[in-house]
């Protein structure tokens, strides 16, 4: 593998905002010129590298994987909406229209002609036409352009709670009249906003994936700790638990799981019981990649050396052996959050996991389970293109991280 | 090696009781149990049960037995056949499912063959053109891939059938074959509508094994036997297929052990889906209505089914690769 090494774009400097390892520059900025001088030129910061700390030489790594930086800042756009959902959506996600059952979706216009004919920047969305299909008896939707509803960034709507602590009166992005309709990827059934709703499953399906990994990494680094850091008898049964759990095929015992839980139960605890459900079989694979990293570490020659300095196990354990394992076990977590968002949207839809007050991917993809409502309204699969769109920039985000993590990969 | 082969059938045995015992825990662990859900049944219909009746009802199914009690007397009778009764159906279970865990062996098989066959080609040329456009685009696409849950490739598929081609894709047969018995017209008839749901389960394992296909044949390419049989002018084609591919194809035999559990996961979805006559659909019936034998009955064998699955993978694995040792 010997790929040239790539230039930066210019502007692609150290600072860059919101990259996953942000934290990690913490060279000088002396060295800092002099390596992005040197990367400037097409050759690898050699002067750099000697005195790079492993966080800066991941980022230089990760940098390189130009798809996995796209997916990166995909990513954070993703967070930030789940984490500001409230502002970003326009509508009440559970508030109903009857009058736009299955209404289109509008796309939304940035340039409008003005008196003189001239564009100028005034964002609208056409208005509907109805008419009412005889034979089918329901009604059709035809976008109708002669009708304009402008729309704006940062409008004043109807006061809301923040995060349920603060009130706001603004959205993202809105209608001026709030009478008008913005449906901007359409209606559901009962005349809800599917582009609210999506942005408020987001929120749902992007904290199962975190706090379900969260979970399985306590569980990982314990189980999968002891296993390395203590071999022998331990070890072989924790091994064996290992892989009968890999080897169970997972939706059944899932939704067997997920089946048991009462229906009467409020929606927060149910939804804390599937992330425990998910976390269950997720802890394997980190547990594996701990305990092999233990293994190979337990052996090295300056493990060796700290112990007979006489350093004592915790220290030797966080000190000396966990900084050459957190970078693997980070890559990997990023691995594990998709397979938790993809199991999660499956339960879902398939009615044993989240229930509908609570508004999940999955949850939105049960209105597209019979083939009769998406073969009237296809953007009922919004929803799942939200779930690819999530799960690819994770697992390319994971991807790099893991290329950038390896210490012997030199692309 | 036979002592590897012995050793590893011996385990089959505590696998077996594992996978039975976390069915048994499944099955019973909703609270109430059938008779529960039946009385509140009669009771919406105007005629509620008397408490006579209803225990007579558990009596009679044994469910007011201990626990552990009930645990052996299922797995001593299923040993011996008989696997209880499904309340829903008012049938032995043993009845109802086996044409549905054939279909979904079926199914299963097949998938695995396509996945295999697809998988193999790109695989190889993948690795073969590292960095190239053509690696790019199959890297990229099997990423794709994996990144689609299959009940929503599923559906896109049922979505496309139905709007532009005008055809209904559910079952695996058509309105008259459905109870007919097996012809070769049937058999037809069953191809016909196999290949959905075997592209459908097919795609994310395919993805996930180009991927390991690529990495594993990346790593023998640059070795030095693939230079020497280069020094000594092999056609390169030959020189690849008949050594680095060879030593790359592993994962094929090993595929057999992890993308089984995920080929009956999938099912479970695709097939409530598409509606097809597997073990999936009445299994999630079964788990919503607490037909508690039936869905005992089906979470066990499709966990034997893979635990067989991951063995025969294991012993081919341990008869073709002359690297892997056991005896340690």
């Given at each position: 593998?010997?790929?040239?090494?790539?230039?930066?774009?210019?502007?692609?400097?150290?600072?860059?905002?919101?990259?996953?390892?942000?934290?990690?520059?913490?060279?000088?900025?002396?060295?800092?010129?002099?390596?992005?001088?040197?990367?400037?030129?097409?050759?690898?910061?050699?002067?750099?590298?000697?005195?790079?700390?492993?966080?800066?030489?991941?980022?230089?790594?990760?940098?390189?994987?130009?798809?996995?930086?796209?997916?990166?800042?995909?990513?954070?756009?993703?967070?930030?909406?789940?984490?500001?959902?409230?502002?970003?959506?326009?509508?009440?996600?559970?508030?109903?229209?009857?009058?736009?059952?299955?209404?289109?979706?509008?796309?939304?216009?940035?340039?409008?002609?003005?008196?003189?004919?001239?564009?100028?920047?005034?964002?609208?969305?056409?208005?509907?036409?109805?008419?009412?299909?005889?034979?089918?008896?329901?009604?059709?939707?035809?976008?109708?352009?002669?009708?304009?509803?402008?729309?704006?960034?940062?409008?004043?709507?109807?006061?809301?709670?923040?995060?349920?602590?603060?009130?706001?009166?603004?959205?993202?992005?809105?209608?001026?009249?709030?009478?008008?309709?913005?449906?901007?990827?359409?209606?559901?059934?009962?005349?809800?906003?599917?582009?609210?709703?999506?942005?408020?499953?987001?929120?749902?399906?992007?904290?199962?994936?975190?706090?379900?990994?969260?979970?399985?990494?306590?569980l990982g680094?314990?189980l999968g700790?002891?296993s390395?850091?203590?071999?022998?008898?331990i070890d072989h049964v924790i091994q064996r638990v290992i892989e009968f759990i890999l080897s169970l095929p997972t939706?059944p015992l899932?939704?067997?799981?997920?089946?048991?839980?009462?229906?009467?139960?409020?929606?927060?605890?149910?939804?804390?019981?599937?992330?425990?459900?998910?976390?269950l079989y997720g802890w394997t694979n980190?547990a594996r990649?701990?305990r092999?990293?233990?293994?190979?570490?337990?052996?090295?020659?300056?493990?060796?050396?700290?112990?007979?300095?006489?350093?004592?196990?915790?220290?030797?354990?966080?000190?000396?052996?966990?900084?050459?394992?957190?970078?693997?076990?980070?890559?990997?977590?990023?691995?594990?959050?998709?397979?938790?968002?993809?199991?999660?949207?499956?339960?879902?839809?398939?009615?044993?996991?989240?229930?509908?007050?609570?508004?999940?991917?999955?949850?939105?993809?049960?209105?597209?389970?019979?083939?009769?409502?998406?073969?009237?309204?296809?953007?009922?699969?919004?929803?799942?293109?939200?779930?690819?769109?999530?799960?690819?920039?994770?697992?390319?985000?994971?991807?790099?991280?893991?290329?950038?993590?390896?210490?012997?990969?030199?692309? | 090696?036979?002592?590897?082969?012995?050793r590893r059938?011996l385990w089959m045995i505590p696998s077996f009781f594992a996978v039975s015992l976390v069915s048994f825990i499944i099955?019973?662990?909703?609270?109430?149990?059938?008779?529960?859900?039946?009385?509140?049944?009669?009771?919406?219909?105007?005629?509620?049960?008397?408490?006579?009746?209803?225990?007579?009802?558990?009596?009679?199914?044994?469910?007011?037995?201990?626990?552990?009690?009930?645990?052996?007397?299922?797995?001593?009778?299923?040993?011996?056949?008989?696997?209880?009764?499904?309340?829903?159906?008012?049938?032995?279970?043993?009845?109802?499912?086996?044409?549905?865990?054939?279909?979904?062996?079926?199914?299963?098989?097949?998938?695995?063959?396509?996945?295999?066959?697809?998988?193999?080609?790109?695989?190889?040329?993948?690795?073969?053109?590292?960095?190239?456009?053509?690696?790019?685009?199959?890297?990229?696409?099997?990423?794709?891939?994996?990144?689609?849950?299959?009940?929503?490739?599923?559906?896109?598929?049922?979505?496309?059938?139905?709007?532009?081609?005008?055809?209904?894709?559910?079952?695996?047969?058509?309105?008259?074959?459905?109870?007919?018995?097996?012809?070769?017209?049937?058999?037809?008839?069953?191809?016909?509508?196999?290949?959905?749901?075997?592209?459908?389960?097919?795609?994310?394992?395919?993805?996930?094994?180009?991927?390991?296909?690529?990495?594993?044949?990346?790593?023998?390419?640059?070795?030095?036997?693939?230079?020497?049989?280069?020094?000594?002018?092999?056609?390169?084609?030959?020189?690849?297929?008949?050594?680095?591919?060879?030593?790359?194809?592993?994962?094929?035999?090993?595929?057999?052990g992890w993308?089984l559990p995920?080929?009956v996961?999938?099912?479970?979805?695709?097939?409530?889906?598409?509606?097809?006559?597997?073990?999936?659909?009445?299994?999630?019936?079964?788990?919503?209505?607490?037909?508690?034998?039936?869905?005992?009955?089906?979470l066990l064998?499709q966990c034997i089914f893979v635990l067989i699955g991951t063995l025969?993978s294991d012993?081919?694995?341990?008869?073709?690769?002359?690297?892997?040792?056991?005896?340690?």
């Amino acid at each position: 593998m010997t790929a040239s090494p790539t230039t930066p774009e210019p502007g692609q400097g150290g600072s860059l905002p919101g990259g996953p390892v942000e934290h990690s520059l913490i060279q000088s900025e002396a060295v800092e010129s002099e390596i992005e001088a040197l990367e400037a030129a097409g050759q690898p910061p050699a002067a750099g590298r000697a005195v790079a700390s492993q966080w800066k030489l991941m980022w230089w790594q990760f940098r390189r994987h130009r798809l996995a930086m796209a997916s990166a800042v995909i990513l954070l756009l993703i967070f930030l909406v789940a984490a500001f959902c409230e502002f970003v959506a326009p509508f009440d996600p559970l508030a109903f229209t009857p009058r736009y059952t299955y209404a289109p979706p509008q796309a939304i216009h940035l340039f409008d002609r003005d008196e003189q004919g001239d564009l100028v920047l005034r964002p609208y969305v056409n208005g509907f036409k109805v008419t009412i299909d005889k034979k089918a008896l329901r009604r059709v939707f035809v976008v109708d352009p002669t009708v304009k509803f402008p729309i704006g960034f940062f409008v004043k709507t109807e006061p809301y709670k923040m995060w349920g602590l603060f009130t706001l009166e603004h959205k993202l992005i809105g209608p001026l009249d709030p009478s008008n309709p913005m449906y901007l990827l359409g209606a559901d059934r009962l005349g809800r906003d599917l582009f609210s709703r999506t942005v408020y499953g987001t929120r749902i399906s992007m904290s199962i994936g975190l706090i379900g990994v969260a979970l399985s990494l306590v569980l990982g680094v314990v189980l999968g700790g002891i296993s390395g850091y203590y071999g022998g008898r331990i070890d072989h049964v924790i091994q064996r638990v290992i892989e009968f759990i890999l080897s169970l095929p997972t939706t059944p015992l899932w939704l067997g799981l997920a089946a048991a839980l009462p229906s009467d139960w409020p929606p927060l605890r149910i939804y804390l019981c599937i992330t425990i459900i998910l976390s269950l079989y997720g802890w394997t694979n980190l547990a594996r990649v701990v305990r092999g990293r233990f293994l190979s570490l337990r052996t090295e020659d300056f493990v060796t050396a700290a112990r007979l300095d006489g350093a004592s196990e915790p220290r030797i354990i966080f000190r000396q052996m966990a900084p050459s394992f957190v970078s693997h076990i980070i890559a990997e977590v990023s691995l594990a959050i998709p397979n938790m968002i993809l199991a999660e949207t499956a339960l879902s839809f398939l009615g044993l996991g989240l229930q509908p007050p609570i508004i999940s991917w999955g949850v939105l993809l049960q209105e597209a389970q019979n083939i009769r409502s998406i073969a009237t309204a296809p953007w009922l699969f919004a929803p799942g293109v939200a779930v690819v769109i999530a799960v690819l920039a994770l697992n390319f985000v994971g991807d790099g991280l893991r290329d950038a993590a390896d210490p012997y990969s030199h692309r | 090696m036979y002592r590897f082969i012995v050793r590893r059938l011996l385990w089959m045995i505590p696998s077996f009781f594992a996978v039975s015992l976390v069915s048994f825990i499944i099955m019973r662990l909703p609270p109430g149990d059938f008779v529960t859900s039946y009385a509140a049944d009669l009771a919406t219909s105007g005629s509620p049960a008397d408490q006579g009746t209803l225990d007579n009802l558990r009596h009679h199914y044994g469910l007011d037995r201990p626990l552990y009690v009930q645990y052996v007397t299922w797995i001593v009778n299923a040993l011996q056949g008989d696997l209880g009764v499904s309340f829903e159906y008012r049938a032995p279970v043993a009845d109802i499912i086996w044409s549905r865990l054939g279909m979904t062996f079926l199914v299963a098989s097949c998938t695995l063959l396509f996945v295999w066959a697809v998988a193999f080609p790109i695989g190889i040329y993948s690795a073969l053109r590292q960095y190239k456009i053509g690696d790019y685009i199959v890297t990229f696409l099997g990423f794709v891939g994996m990144a689609t849950p299959n009940f929503l490739l599923a559906l896109v598929v049922m979505y496309i059938s139905v709007v532009y081609m005008g055809y209904s894709v559910g079952g695996l047969f058509s309105p008259d074959f459905v109870n007919a018995p097996w012809s070769f017209a049937r058999f037809m008839d069953l191809l016909h509508h196999l290949w959905i749901p075997v592209v459908v389960l097919g795609v994310a394992g395919i993805a996930a094994l180009i991927r390991i296909m690529r990495a594993n044949l990346l790593d023998e390419l640059h070795k030095p036997y693939v230079e020497t049989g280069r020094a000594k002018g092999l056609p390169e084609l030959t020189l690849v297929l008949r050594y680095p591919v060879r030593v790359a194809l592993n994962p094929f035999i090993s595929t057999v052990g992890w993308v089984l559990p995920t080929l009956v996961s999938g099912d479970v979805i695709v097939a409530t889906v598409l509606s097809l006559p597997t073990a999936g659909p009445i299994l999630i019936q079964a788990l919503k209505t607490q037909d508690q034998y039936l869905a005992g009955a089906l979470l066990l064998f499709q966990c034997i089914f893979v635990l067989i699955g991951t063995l025969f993978s294991d012993l081919l694995l341990a008869w073709l690769d002359p690297r892997i040792r056991y005896d340690s």
